[in-house]
């Protein structure tokens, strides 16, 4: 179960990820490596099964919801790619809104 | 006395003042600055640190455990004084609005925060050669790896700049490198350490953890940060590690050795350390156990289904808007930008982790991999359950199947890449604790063994680590 160019270009538009022409083939090469070696899993009957592990504590202790200010070194402006009046600008959806 | 107490005890008795230490300490990463392990430092930022130190009043210096300790810090750990890059030129300048809650805490038991240490990006790699900023050089032989992620912070405690160091494990990126590099590291349980504030790579992985050139140096930074944190959800609700005192002797343990780490084609010279450490087991009256860990051979590609699945998920927000340095594509609009953004600020083996997290979890292909990787990390988990609930207090194992690789020996070849961690992974699988201590050379290079307990075990398995340590003689070739 190997992957192929058409995949990777798939994968990439789904995690927002410029990929160029020139780096496609060898990064084809070695995605199918790694989803050939990960797929020796299947080995595994699927009957063979234990509980389910979760990470952490058995109880997620939640702490009370309270809307409080995070308090910060220093305010958004300073280390947001842009900041205008009390929000994060972004370019206009255009395009995605077309789709 | 370890040089983290000893040092600790001359400031808080007054022979000493954090001010002379951190100057020492800023003479030596200008000395070490080859390595290539300190990503970010000054010498006035060193003096700042030292001034709350030697600020404080005798009592309230007496209560520091760490007092005037200079401890390197993983630049994927955030702190407001300097950048946190995380070894990526997406986040290049980066500096953080507020401190991770171990920083709070080291800070507050007296430690300095020496430097940020350089690391794989996004603490994704065995080698640290995948940074951003060049790859870190081994201290015993700049052609070498340090091993990874934290590669950065354990060359700078094999080079004696910093008696301490924290790291982070996903997969064994603490461990690794201290075996490599002839120190300690420590990897507590998922739960004894705030995250708050670590970035995060793999949510159901990620720890905090510690490098030391002993294991009570690297113990006694761990016990300080440890404890539950109301601003981390997935911290146990415990008190913070209280560490047992130091062990002359193993009576009345029994340590696990299981079947699977110890292949027929492993390398001589580990194979002749891990002797050397059973040797020294049963030396210290310890009873030995063969136990079988039967699904290990699938704990590598399991890991590289569970942390890129994560990763691509944690990884979404470096997109320009919350964060990242910000480029516009062709198009002009928000996909470009989201698009080149990543395009351009990510490196080859982060792209390649999204893209494989991507893909595991895309419709069609989740059942067949992520799905399976979670029966899968179950049946892991239950393998060191049977083998525990089977009369084992700790398992006995190699930390690497190899001494230190060459540098670009495995950079074109991702899964050898992954094989480094095949002794390390499982552990962060099932959320366990466990500590490498160095146990050997092999034709010069440091060889490690790693102890492994129960969840939540760690006062045990750290005395356990220390009598070892003291009857294993670590500079010795071994034959």
Redesign the interface.
């Given at each position: 179960m190997s992957i192929g160019r058409e995949d990777v270009l798939h994968v990439a538009k789904l995690a927002e990820l410029a990929v160029s022409d020139e780096e496609l083939p060898k990064l084809t090469e070695q995605l199918g490596r790694i989803v050939d070696y990960v797929a020796q899993l299947n080995e595994v009957p699927a009957g063979e099964q234990a509980p389910p592990y979760l990470a952490g504590p058995d109880k997620v202790t939640l702490r009370p919801d309270v809307a409080a200010p995070v308090p910060l070194a220093r305010p958004p402006a300073d280390f947001a790619p842009e900041f205008s009046q009390g929000l994060f600008v972004v370019p206009r959806l255009g395009a995605m809104e077309d789709q | 006395m370890s040089a983290v107490e000893s040092a600790a005890n001359a400031v808080r008795e007054g022979r000493a003042t954090a001010a002379v230490g951190a100057k020492e300490v800023a003479s030596r990463l200008e000395k070490a600055a080859a390595l290539n392990a300190a990503l970010s430092w000054s010498a006035e930022r060193l003096d700042a640190e030292a001034s709350r130190v030697d600020g404080a009043t005798p009592s309230e210096r007496a209560k520091m455990p760490l007092a005037g300790v200079p401890i390197a810090v993983k630049d994927n750990i955030v702190t407001?004084e300097q950048p946190t890059t995380c070894g990526s030129r997406i986040l290049e300048g980066?500096?953080?609005?507020?401190?991770a809650t171990v920083i709070n805490r080291l800070r507050a038991a007296g430690a300095m925060i020496a430097c940020k240490a350089n690391l794989d990006e996004f603490a994704m790699g065995s080698s640290t050669e995948h940074s951003a900023f060049g790859r870190v050089k081994h201290p015993d032989d700049p052609s070498r790896v340090p091993g990874g992620s934290s590669g950065g912070s354990a060359a700078l405690v094999a080079a004696g700049v910093v008696p301490a160091a924290l790291g982070s494990e996903t997969g064994g990126s603490v461990r690794q490198p201290a075996s490599f590099c002839g120190i300690v590291g420590i990897k507590p349980s998922?739960?004894r350490v705030s995250r708050y504030g670590l970035v995060a790579f793999g949510?159901?992985?990620d720890a905090v953890s510690t490098f030391g050139r002993t294991v009570d140096d690297a113990a006694r930074v761990l016990a300080a940060m440890s404890g539950h944190d109301?601003?981390d959800?997935?911290?146990?609700?415990q008190p913070p590690l209280v560490l047992d005192p130091p062990r002359r002797d193993l009576k009345g343990l029994t340590i696990g050795l299981p079947a699977e780490y110890f292949p027929r084609d492993l390398h001589q010279g580990v194979r002749a350390g891990l002797d050397r450490a059973i040797k020294a087991v049963k030396e210290l009256g310890a009873t030995i156990k063969e136990v079988s860990l039967p699904?290990t051979r699938?704990a590598v590609?399991?890991y590289?289904?569970i942390a890129p699945a994560e990763a691509?998920a944690n990884l979404?927000r470096y997109?320009?808007?919350?964060y990242?340095?910000?480029r516009?594509?062709p198009?002009?609009?928000?996909?470009?930008?989201?698009?080149?953004t990543?395009?351009?600020g990510?490196g080859a083996e982060v792209?390649?982790r999204?893209?494989?997290g991507?893909?595991?979890l895309?419709s069609g292909y989740y059942d067949?991999?992520y799905r399976?990787?979670?029966?899968?990390?179950?049946?892991?988990?239950?393998d060191f359950r049977r083998a525990f609930d089977t009369g084992c207090n700790m398992l006995l194992t190699p930390t690497t199947p190899t001494p230190a690789f060459k540098a670009g020996e495995k950079t074109e070849?991702?899964?050898a890449m992954?094989l480094a961690d095949i002794f390390v992974c499982p552990v962060n699988?099932?959320?366990l604790p466990a500590v490498s201590f160095p146990v050997g050379r092999s034709e010069g290079l440091p060889l490690g063994a790693q102890l492994i307990a129960p969840n939540f075990a760690e006062a045990k398995m750290l005395s356990a680590a220390a009598a070892l340590e003291s009857a294993v003689d670590a500079a010795a070739e071994v034959r």
């Open positions: - | 407001t980066y500096v953080s609005p507020f401190n998922y739960g949510s159901s992985l109301p601003l959800a997935t911290t146990i609700a699904h699938y590609p399991t590289y289904i691509a979404a997109d320009g808007v919350r990242g340095q910000r516009v594509g198009a002009g609009d928000l996909r470009a930008l989201y698009q080149a990543r395009g351009h990510f792209r390649r999204i893209l494989i991507t893909y595991v895309s067949a991999y399976k990787a979670q029966q899968v990390r179950a049946l892991l988990a239950e070849d991702p899964v992954y699988l099932a959320g």
